[in-house]
């Protein structure tokens, strides 16, 4: 007995993509036997006309119709369904239910889509098979495998066994090749395909007496093994030539085979990440996925994942799958082990805007692992701004196997994968800025939105010169100009004189002041009317310039503004001021609702900016002084992205707080350079440095980011241990960054924290060392008047000038602080005439401790350390000798290995302060290695006056990394007061470092090492040439 069913066509089915249609196809399954209709394209009333035969074995089985919608690049998706039991045909007149609408149904209960449309079809019952079904029906495929088990569907979602009777049925190459294939397998283990082994003598006549179905499976055979392995030899040569290809040349070989793919929609599982970032998406996905990108095993050092394998990316089926595996150990959680993951990444689509990328995740070693995966699609397109890129990842857990545990595994991937991609947005927003969607597709919304009023010349001279002003002196000015003509000339009378007419009498007198008064009050207005047709203020439509931080600024309206004007308005205007730069608005004119929709775009700039000064004016001629409606100060550090791009922000002042006036702003910034900004940044900042600034880690950045609640885009440079002195001092940490300088401190769990901006500051001095300092010099930072007043708690005083004080001891690395320090105000917050002024007083400050304290040469800067100390039996004066350039010196320095030995004379540089030059050689035969000394000695008398102290700052040539550093050694020969002709000699040895080496310990240790036993020599040779002689 056989079933036919006979697929017609569907009606109303439910959108599934994105576009509002399907791509809809039948699957039926009656037992185990399977077969499907062909993909109608995008269609939500499709019509098949296809008919199908199966085999019946038991008529308690019910024939199941089952619609899904056809995925291109993931498994399909379900539309609707409808069983129809076997028992209910039967009991049919004819055996056949005749043709009619079934109502689809939802897979479960639970599923949202109720209307999931209908399906006709004809179901009838036969005994043989008529000619007609011969030519028309398919047959179905026996299906052996579990019912659960879905891996042939994920893989082969279009190949399911439908097996065509006639040959003539069209298909492309490849359909047929995997359909032969599911015959194969289908057809060697049927009842009917063994019934013909079993009666067949051979090979051949088993083939010959095969039907017709069966001979086309098996010409089909051969065609399959020869694709087989010419499949196999093709991947090889792709695998072989993409070693050899830049990730920029795979992606190109992908994307010529690939033109025109759509974009894949998100996996129904849900949305992972959908954030926009002000990067090119190019640029993002080198980020995320170029083999030379650092990020993947920054992202394993913040999530603990270790054993990270990243392979190379590899072209497979002739450049049409562009392919690669990542291999790592998850880090144990409290609920589950270490385990092993396995992705295997695939590009769905690459073509220079946007990409696609699917990964298929394996965790076979957690629980029920080897009953799912995780699928995750990466997706990279153009953002609503320019150079912006917007980022989707969505998920999908697809189940191989059945498992009662299914609920389970679906909660637990997901809240796994949540906690992961929070740590995977953190670090990406680390290297690339991210930009709030919503605000930033309502970025260009809104300021196109904003379309200033542009005013003619006629309504601005209008509004300026129609009033009773200038009314009533046209008139004054017609009736005099009438009455001169009229007039007969005056006689000269009083103290007239030919070319001088003074008034007669008192009224004349009023009239003629309040001619002038009428006059000098219209020139005003005039004066008043060029200006403003000049400032028209906006930049609308003009573009920023240069590459950097851009600011945009949408002045939209204000509110509330104060009347400075009898007639109870103003006439106010904005100037925005940011990083030096200067924009203002147009003037509008008697109101105090202001309604401007003029838009701001500031140059490009080299560093972010902190703040932007807001000054509202009132104007009133151009000879009058300016009147203040209200300022603000916009802090960047202090306002979230979504704030900005539309805040009322109010104003202070006492006419602004008094009217509680507000200004309505739209404000945006955003970096045109990418990922590259800090790399650049750090690159310039170490130069003004002196000294290597190493790059901190992402979750050290988060970290600081956290404690003093920064935006993204805030890195930190250095941090250095300290003290914060105040009432008592506290220990801990100081924290730099371009635009700010923070400290924290956590002590038995009381938090102290605060920051303030560079510009804040106004001078930082140098305390030296004291006893209360530990002995080391330490940092008083003063703020600029009512600048900086949020970290008050932390001052040590606030000075009768209203200027906070910060004072900064006990640094463990006091030089590299202090000049870090230094680079970073100079170069935030002094203008270039102000650095110049600063060098010039640090030169004389620095002259000036010299000349106080006889530091020689910036000695100071290197870490000395005692090497040599001895008592000698002679006077000082004796021992100076080997200091004086006489014979007794050239015969020391001689004997321990210099030669070509010479000094100059001594000659002074300051009071008390002497200076000599020194040059040498070493001598192969006595000294280890060949090279060149040149030296500068100062000598000076100690304090007391009781013996010298000699400094020298050496300099070395011809030796391996002798341009590295410099040697500074400093003698200090006293005379010891309780013995006679006794004196006691102590050196210190110091290097600075001139350039960054790796094995700086190292050769400072064997730097001291050698130089204390040549000064042993030296003193060894001085005294046996004294002591004879004594």
């Not at 043989?128 to 495929?141: F, G, I, K, N, R």
Request: proline residues 4%; charged residues 25%; negative net charge.
């Amino acid at each position: 007995m056989r079933l036919l069913v006979h697929v017609i066509d569907a009606r109303n089915l439910p959108v599934i993509n994105a576009n509002g249609l399907s791509d809809p196809y039948a699957k039926l399954q009656l037992g185990r036997q399977r077969a499907k209709t062909k993909v109608i394209r995008k269609s939500l009333n499709p019509a098949w006309d296809e008919e199908f035969a199966f085999r019946v074995g038991d008529l308690k089985e019910e024939l199941l119709v089952c619609l899904l919608d056809e995925d291109k690049y993931f498994s399909d998706d379900f539309l609707g369904q409808v069983k129809v039991p076997l028992s209910a045909v039967l009991d049919a007149d004819h055996r056949s239910l005749g043709t009619q609408w079934y109502q689809l149904q939802p897979k479960s209960k639970k599923s949202k889509i109720r209307d999931c449309g209908e399906i006709r079809l004809t179901i009838s019952l036969s005994q043989s098979y008529p000619e007609d079904t011969m030519t028309l029906a398919h047959w179905a495929s026996d299906d052996l495998a579990s019912s659960s088990d879905k891996s042939t569907e994920l893989k082969k979602g279009s190949s399911l066994p439908n097996i065509p009777i006639e040959s003539s049925t069209s298909q492309s190459g490849r359909d047929e090749l995997e359909t032969a294939k599911e015959d194969k397998s289908n057809v060697g283990s049927s009842f009917v395909n063994r019934l013909y082994q079993y009666f067949s003598a051979n090979p051949k006549d088993e083939e010959a007496s095969l039907p017709p179905l069966f001979k086309h499976d098996r010409s089909l055979d051969i065609l399959e093994e020869t694709a087989s392995t010419s499949s196999q030899i093709s991947d090889k040569q792709d695998s072989e030539s993409s070693v050899n290809m830049s990730f920029d040349e795979l992606l190109k070989a992908f994307e010529s085979r690939h033109e025109g793919n759509e974009m894949p929609a998100n996996l129904s599982g849900g949305v992972l990440v959908d954030q926009v970032y002000a990067v090119a998406p190019s640029d993002l996905n080198t980020l995320l996925f170029s083999p030379s990108s650092d990020f993947l095993r920054s992202l394993a050092d913040m999530q603990g994942t270790t054993g990270l394998d990243i392979q190379q990316w590899r072209l497979e089926n002739d450049g049409a799958v562009l392919k690669r595996v990542v291999s790592y150990t998850k880090a144990a959680t409290k609920l589950v082990k270490a385990v092993k993951a396995t992705e295997d990444m695939t590009y769905l689509k690459a073509d220079g805007d946007r990409y696609a990328v699917l990964a298929d995740v394996s965790t076979p070693e957690v629980p029920f692992g080897n009953t799912f995966r995780v699928e995750i699609l990466t997706c990279l397109m153009p953002g609503p701004e320019l150079n912006s890129s917007r980022l989707v990842v969505s998920w999908r857990l697809n189940f191989v196997q059945s498992t009662m545990m299914k609920g389970m595994i679906e909660n637990g991937a997901k809240q796994g994968l949540k906690d992961n991609f929070n740590q995977f947005s953190e670090l990406l927003a680390q290297n690339v800025r991210p930009v709030d969607a919503k605000d930033t597709t309502a970025n260009n919304q809104s300021l196109s939105s904003v379309q200033p009023e542009r005013e003619s010349d006629w309504k601005l001279a209008f509004r300026i010169f129609g009033n009773f002003t200038v009314v009533s002196s046209f008139f004054a000015f017609i009736y005099v100009f009438s009455h001169i003509i009229l007039a007969s000339p005056s006689i000269i009378q009083g103290l007239e004189f030919p070319g001088l007419d003074l008034p007669d009498s008192a009224g004349e007198v009023v009239v003629c002041g309040v001619l002038v008064l009428q006059g000098q009050r219209v020139l005003n207005m005039i004066a008043r009317f060029i200006q403003a047709k000049r400032q028209r203020g906006s930049d609308h439509g003009v573009k920023a310039k240069g590459d950097g931080w851009l600011l945009t600024v949408a002045l939209i309206d204000g509110t509330n503004l104060a009347a400075t004007k009898s007639s109870g308005y103003s006439d106010p205007y904005v100037v925005f001021t940011c990083n030096g730069k200067t924009k203002t608005s147009s003037i509008k004119f008697h109101t105090l609702e202001p309604q401007w929709n003029e838009i701001f775009e500031f140059d490009a700039m080299e560093d972010p900016p902190s703040v932007m000064e807001i000054n509202v004016y009132d104007f009133d001629g151009p000879f009058d002084e300016v009147a203040s409606l209200g300022h603000v100060e916009v802090n960047f550090l202090r306002y979230s992205i979504s704030e900005l791009a539309d805040i009322w922000i109010p104003l202070k002042g006492k006419l602004a707080q008094a009217c509680q006036t507000k200004l309505h702003l739209r404000i945006f910034l955003n970096n045109s350079r990418g990922t590259e900004i800090v790399k650049n940044y750090l690159d310039r900042m170490e130069k003004e440095v002196g000294r290597k600034i190493a790059v901190r880690s992402p979750h050290t950045n988060l970290e600081f980011q956290k404690i003093f609640s920064l935006p993204p885009e805030e890195f930190l440079i250095n941090d250095f241990t300290c003290h914060l002195k105040r009432k008592m001092l506290t220990q801990g940490r100081l924290f730099l960054s371009p635009r700010i300088i923070g400290f924290y401190t956590n002590l038995f769990g009381h938090k102290t924290k605060f920051f303030f901006l560079w510009e804040d500051i106004e001078e930082i001095q140098l305390v030296p060392a004291t006893l209360s300092s530990m002995g080391s010099p330490s940092l008083l930072i003063t703020l600029r008047k009512g600048r900086g007043m949020d970290a008050r708690h932390g001052a040590k005083q606030l000075d009768e000038e209203g200027r906070l004080k910060f004072h900064l001891q006990s640094f463990v690395s006091f030089n590299a602080a202090h000049k870090t320090i230094m680079a970073l105000w100079k170069a935030r917050s002094l203008t270039p005439e102000e650095k110049i002024q600063l060098v010039e007083e640090e030169s004389e400050t620095k002259d000036l401790q010299n000349e106080e304290s006889g530091s020689f040469l910036g000695i100071e800067d290197a870490k000395m350390s005692e090497v040599f100390s001895s008592t000698k039996p002679f006077d000082v004066p004796i021992l100076m000798g080997i200091f004086e350039g006489g014979p007794v010196e050239h015969r020391v320095m001689e004997k321990v290995g210099c030669v070509d030995y010479s000094v100059t004379t001594w000659e002074p540089v300051r009071a008390g302060i002497y200076q000599r030059q020194v040059h040498y050689r070493f001598d192969m035969k006595l000294a280890r290695r060949e090279g060149e000394v040149m030296s500068t000695q100062q000598k000076s008398l100690l304090p007391d006056k009781n013996g010298w102290l000699v400094e020298e700052v050496m300099t070395l040539e011809g030796i391996p990394v002798g341009e590295y550093f410099n040697l500074h050694i400093r003698y200090q020969l006293e005379q010891i007061a309780s013995k006679q002709k006794s004196c006691s000699v102590q050196v210190f040895i110091g290097m600075a470092w001139l350039k960054s080496c790796k094995n700086q310990k190292k050769i400072t240790q064997e730097v001291k090492s050698n130089a204390s036993s040549r000064l042993k020599k030296i003193f060894s040779q001085l005294e046996k040439e004294f002591i004879p002689a004594s």
